[in-house]
């Protein structure tokens, strides 16, 4: 996550008008990235069904503290709980109608509750294990707010989807390492042993790999050449996601039962591909947003 929470500032344009604020808030995020600092997630909320807009955590000005912030509220998915040292969340501003972005300091900050950050539960997903995506409550506690009021969801699409990019190239790793792995399985075997179904679903395999990456290059492309291309991303993440579980759903089909060892990897990265389309963001929010982004797009032509 954390080239993808410094996309909010490295990819987002300045507001019209006076930037100052801004562009002081960008060089203080980016010089504690250079200091070491990582940066992470954690606004995801129970019943929010993903979507930041909904967040029932409020936000409240700290009289000690001028142009502070203290928030209070559940979060889960704190992705790189105990390795970031910021995180950035959403809440309602005390007063206002609409959702705003914060960061909160977490580096050394303790859990128990002392510091008015409370560790609820640790990590246990099936899926991206790795991330210590820990769910946390949080009563009073201090945060500042993105130096752009009043834009949450600017600052969140100004991105043009480069965040989706990076979720997306983890993934395509994912499925790169699974069919090395399988292949080597292959190979491995006695040619008498590779039975027709393996064949088959080896190259039906190989033929959702090509798309996975032609789908990574035509996001990537797009982004490339307008700086801007949240439709094209998305429609690249969400094809990715469906062909991604297909192709692991096949390649435990060829490796067996021994693909439910723990000691396999591809029970994990089945798993691990199956949260694309599960948690960044849900199915039935990503498919909502890709409606809407069609809704404007020129008008469907065949291409020639």
């Given amino acids: 996550m954390h080239p993808g929470v410094l996309a909010f500032w490295r990819d987002t344009g300045s507001p019209k008008g006076d930037a100052t604020a801004w562009e002081a808030q960008k060089r203080l995020v980016f010089?504690?990235?250079?200091?070491?600092?990582?940066?992470?997630?954690?606004?995801?909320?129970?019943?929010?069904?993903?979507d930041v807009g909904r967040t029932r955590a409020s936000a409240r000005p700290d009289p000690g503290a001028p142009g502070g912030w203290r928030v209070t509220g559940e979060k889960h998915f704190g992705?790189?709980?105990?390795?970031?040292?910021?995180?950035?969340t959403t809440a309602l501003p005390e007063g206002e109608a609409e959702p705003a972005w914060f960061f909160l300091a977490v580096h050394g900050v303790a859990w128990d509750g002392s510091t008015g950050m409370t560790l609820r539960a640790e990590w246990d997903g099936f899926g991206m294990a790795a991330t210590d995506s820990h769910?946390?409550?949080?009563?009073?506690?201090?945060a500042t707010r993105f130096a752009w009021p009043g834009h949450w969801r600017e600052v969140i699409e100004g991105t043009g989807g480069s965040?989706?990019?990076?979720?997306?190239?983890?993934?395509?790793?994912?499925?790169?390492?699974?069919?090395?792995?399988?292949?080597?399985?292959?190979?491995?075997?006695?040619?008498?042993?590779v039975t027709a179904f393996d064949k088959v679903e080896w190259v039906a395999a190989e033929?959702?790999?090509?798309?996975?990456?032609?789908?990574?290059?035509?996001?990537?492309?797009?982004?490339?050449?307008?700086?801007?291309a949240r439709r094209e991303t998305s429609m690249a993440k969400a094809s990715?996601?469906?062909?991604?579980?297909?192709?692991?759903?096949?390649?435990?089909?060829?490796?067996?039962?021994?693909?439910?060892a723990r000691r396999s990897p591809l029970g994990h990265w089945f798993e691990d591909v199956r949260a694309m389309g599960f948690l960044r963001p849900p199915w039935s929010l990503a498919?909502?947003?890709?409606?809407?982004?069609?809704?404007?797009?020129?008008?469907?032509?065949?291409?020639?």
């Fill in 79 to 88: 992705s790189g709980s105990g390795v970031t040292s910021y995180m950035i």
């Fill in 31 to 50: 010089e504690t990235t250079l200091a070491g600092a990582w940066w992470g997630t954690i606004t995801s909320e129970p019943g929010s069904g993903g």
């Fill in 240 to 260: 990715i996601a469906l062909l991604a579980e297909s192709l692991l759903t096949r390649l435990c089909r060829i490796a067996g039962g021994g693909a439910y």
């Fill in 287 to 304: 498919l909502e947003g890709l409606y809407a982004l069609g809704r404007d797009a020129e008008p469907y032509q065949a291409p020639v």
């Fill in 207 to 228: 033929r959702e790999a090509w798309l996975i990456r032609q789908a990574y290059e035509a996001g990537l492309r797009a982004l490339e050449r307008h700086g801007r």
């Fill in 135 to 142: 769910a946390f409550a949080f009563r009073d506690f201090p």
């Fill in 163 to 193: 965040t989706t990019m990076f979720q997306v190239a983890v993934i395509l790793g994912v499925t790169d390492a699974a069919m090395a792995h399988v292949q080597r399985l292959l190979r491995a075997r006695e040619a008498a042993a």
